[in-house]
């Protein structure tokens, strides 16, 4: 998995983390007080954008990475530049459908990413089920009635494709996209229950966190080494 220690040497090679961390920490300091804006917009999408560039950025390796590895990175960049857009969106609230939409858009970029390769359909079993008894607790009204449960089956099809993929890949390549996508899910399933369930504790606190975490880590996944990137292995 990546743990703590890993995180933090990631943090120490350039600096690459430090302006998503601190992003982070100015979203939490300024978004309590900041109505709909331009600047709360700012403050909510810089830390996804400081990914995107992580990713999207040169970085010297020893070796060049391959086509699908390549691949794999603007596909990682597409789903952050989507949710950026996003997050960007569901700034006002009368923007929730366009946004909802946006992040459609980011979790097929990430199915896309993650493939269709490896299948583990106990995995693909868990995850719908789990989704389809979350559904059952959340009571949208009639416009997203149908948006709702559309919405989370392809969240789940996401998770169940980061998890099939980590299965079949090398160890620290398996944790950072598979507990990113998880720490996804469990942020939507948050703010979900909170719109359409019930009240949730600290929900700024639990939705976001949950949400930049999951994002760090899908992120993290397309910055391993060529070596660690490579096809999945039998």
């Known amino acids: 998995m990546i743990s703590p220690t890993e995180v933090v040497k990631r943090v120490g ?7 998503f961390f601190k992003a982070v920490c100015v979203y939490f300091a300024l978004a309590p007080a900041a109505p709909p804006s331009a600047a709360a917009v700012a403050a909510k999408v810089a830390p996804v954008l400081c990914l995107l560039l992580l990713v999207l950025l040169p970085r010297a390796h020893p070796r060049a990475p391959t086509p699908a590895q390549a691949r794999y990175a603007r596909l990682v960049g597409a789903g ?28 097929l970029a990430y199915i896309s990413a993650f493939g269709w390769g490896a299948s583990w ?14 559904l059952t607790l959340l009571a949208p009204p009639a416009g997203l009635r149908l948006l709702v449960p559309l919405y989370g089956a392809l969240l789940a ?4 494709r980061a998890l099939a993929q980590a299965r079949a890949r090398p160890r620290r390549a398996r944790a ?3 507990a990113g996508a998880l720490l996804f899910l469990l942020s939507d399933a948050l ?12 929900r700024r606190v639990a939705v976001m966190s949950t ?6 880590g899908i992120a993290l996944s397309a910055l391993d ?3 660690l990137l490579a096809a999945p292995s039998s």
């Open 225 to 227: 080494p060529p070596a």
């Open 211 to 216: 949400y930049y975490v999951g994002q760090l």
């Open 121 to 134: 359909p106990l995995a693909g079993a868990a995850c719908y089920a789990v989704t389809g008894y979350f």
């Open 176 to 178: 950072a996209a598979a």
């Open 191 to 202: 703010l979900g229950y909170s719109l359409f369930g019930g009240a949730v504790p600290y």
């Open 80 to 107: 952050l530049a989507l949710s950026a857009l996003g997050d960007a969106l569901l700034v006002w609230p009368q923007h929730f459908v366009p946004g909802m939409a946006a992040f459609a858009a980011a979790h």
């Open 157 to 160: 099809t996401m998770a169940w």
């Open 13 to 19: 090679v350039g600096g690459r983390l430090v302006a």
